[in-house]
């Protein structure tokens, strides 16, 4: 039996949690809330690195052409730096003889016409000029070292350059120089033996002077040597200086047209022997071409003046594969110094009195055989009037053919095709020939037939020959006589040599202008009349063939002209014949 139920009882006590019960299901989306607030700004970041650069953008349109500029002016800064250095230095300090470095040569004439009185007064002579010179005493460059040489038809050393250094140890050797003669003098071979023995080794130095003083009796025969000696005097940039006992007409022909007027030529006598001896002494010895003496002909120091020569120049370049790159580059570089050494014609088709230039070079596709022009002509005579317009072709349209070499077919093709064209012939032909190498087999006859037909028609041909491959029988038949004049031969290229021949080329064409050389020499007058004769007939020739060439030509034209109209109306009268039978052009050819 059950009782009543009792009372509530009180809450118990909170159980532990319960394990998390299952994730219920993702609720629908909420709507997008308003934008909030503008937040503050932030810090700056950090640098970034360089970046690599981008590309080289397109070159923009070319600018509108300047103003043209003044015209330069060459300065030459050499006697700026001597008077600074003579200033500065106490020992250059005064009236010192010589101004520069100087190689002093006396030549005495020991020949048969020299008589002992002519002798003792040229030994005094060398004692009265020696009283002022400051003699070097060693190898550095000042002062004068001073050599003596006798000649006649030989030559040879009295005193060398480097046998005393005491100024009177030196006079009293030449006091004691004794009095030998014996054959004829022999001018020329004495100044050439100076020029190629005696200054072949001296002292290096910016501004040294070569000088020779020449002794002699007056009596000489031999004035192609003398003339020979005089173009290698300048090239080698000495000065001589001549005192003579009679008047010597071979040396004032060829050095009284001197264009620098540095030469000196004298006649001794006793009246005036005091006064040579003195202008000597102020306007050679001890001439300071910096600051020059107002009484002496003024000499130009470091540069001579173009030429003006009338003459028609045709430079024939040997382009074959003879001729090596550094030999093609240098035979380039010679050309632009050699315009600059004559005044170029400024209207070269009509104006004969100054020089007009050609330049051709052997085509590289010639063969004997072939139909094509033996040379390639850079320019005519008559195509450039400017010096400016040559250094421009030179330089960056001439280039190295390396085709066959053919110098004596160059040869026949500028006297027969170049010269010709010229309507004003001027007074010189030259052809300057500048090669590296024996011509080919085929053209061994040609050039030696074209040569002297050259030499007989008036032409003047000189020769620069470059490298040691060249055939000494071919020079010398391409070169005029005497060859000595005419042909250089350099076997290395280097900057001293073609200096030196540049030097030498432009005295050869300055003796151009005073006629020193006949065109054809003596001795061809027979065979020079045979040729002549054989060219008017070829010419002759030519021309008749050029005639009945035109008169053959129009007649072939008047013949195929008649022939075109006789077909053009045998034409017509059949189509007018074929409307009178009612039969079409077209539907004949259907048909």
Request: hydrophobic share 35%.
């Amino acid at each position: 039996m059950y009782g009543n139920q009792g009372y509530k009882g009180r809450k118990g006590e909170a159980g532990f949690p319960g394990r998390p019960g299952r994730e219920g299901e993702v609720g629908d989306t909420g709507e997008k809330g308003e934008p909030g607030p503008k937040g503050r700004r932030g810090r700056r970041g950090n640098a970034g690195a360089k970046g690599i650069p981008g590309d080289k953008g397109e070159d923009g349109l070319p600018g509108q052409r300047g103003s043209k500029g003044n015209a330069a002016t060459v300065v030459d800064n050499r006697c700026a730096l001597i008077s600074l250095v003579h200033d500065k230095c106490p020992c250059c300090q005064g009236n010192t003889c010589p101004k520069y470095p100087t190689e002093l040569v006396f030549l005495l004439d020991m020949s048969n016409s020299v008589t002992p009185q002519m002798f003792q007064s040229m030994k005094s002579i060398m004692t009265s000029l020696l009283q002022d010179v400051t003699v070097s005493e060693s190898n550095c460059p000042s002062g004068a070292r001073v050599a003596v040489l006798s000649y006649n038809s030989k030559t040879r050393y009295l005193i060398h350059f480097n046998d005393f250094s005491k100024k009177s140890k030196l006079q009293n050797e030449i006091a004691n120089i004794t009095f030998q003669r014996s054959g004829s003098a022999n001018v020329g071979a004495a100044m050439r033996f100076v020029a190629r023995n005696v200054f072949k080794r001296v002292r290096s130095a910016n501004l040294l002077r070569k000088i020779p003083i020449i002794l002699t009796s007056g009596h000489s025969e031999d004035d192609i040597s003398i003339m020979t000696a005089a173009l290698e005097y300048k090239a080698l940039s000495i000065t001589p200086v001549f005192l003579t006992f009679h008047d010597n007409p071979s040396l004032k022909k060829v050095f009284m047209h001197d264009d620098v007027e540095s030469t000196q030529i004298f006649t001794i006598s006793e009246m005036t022997l005091n006064r040579t001896l003195q202008q000597i002494k102020d306007c050679t010895l001890c001439y300071d071409m910096c600051f020059p003496n107002n009484e002496c002909s003024p000499v130009l120091p470091f540069s001579l003046p173009p030429l003006q020569v009338p003459m028609d120049i045709a430079f024939i370049l040997d382009s074959s594969r003879n001729m090596e790159i550094n030999e093609f580059q240098a035979a380039i570089r010679f050309l632009s110094v050699m315009l600059d050494q004559f005044v170029i014609s400024s209207n070269p088709r009509t104006s004969s009195d100054k020089a007009r230039v050609a330049l051709v070079h052997t085509s590289p596709d010639y063969r004997p055989d072939a139909t094509l022009a033996p040379v390639k002509t850079e320019f005519d005579f008559v195509r450039f009037s400017r010096k400016s317009e040559m250094y421009n072709h030179l330089q960056k349209s001439v280039h190295h053919l390396q085709g066959e070499a053919a110098i004596g077919t160059a040869v026949e093709w500028t006297i027969e095709k170049l010269f010709p064209k010229i309507q004003v012939p001027a007074k010189h032909k030259v052809i300057f020939a500048i090669i590296a190498g024996e011509t080919s087999y085929s053209d061994k006859r040609k050039l030696s037939i074209v040569t002297q037909k050259a030499r007989c028609l008036g032409y003047a041909s000189f020769v620069l020959s470059l490298g040691l491959n060249n055939n000494d029988n071919e020079l010398e038949e391409l070169a005029s006589a005497p060859h000595e004049q005419h042909l250089i031969s350099l076997g290395r290229v280097q900057t001293a040599e073609l200096e030196y021949a540049q030097r030498f080329a432009r005295e050869f064409l300055r003796h151009l202008k005073y006629d020193l050389n006949a065109y054809p020499p003596a001795g061809l007058e027979e065979e020079c009349a045979r040729i002549r004769e054989e060219t008017n007939l070829e010419s002759t020739e030519i021309v008749k063939r050029d005639i009945k060439y035109e008169m053959d030509k129009a007649e072939n034209f008047t013949k195929s002209e008649d022939a075109y109209l006789t077909t053009k109306n045998a034409k017509a009268d059949h189509s007018e014949y074929n409307e009178m039978l009612g039969v079409s052009e077209t539907r004949k050819t259907n048909v």
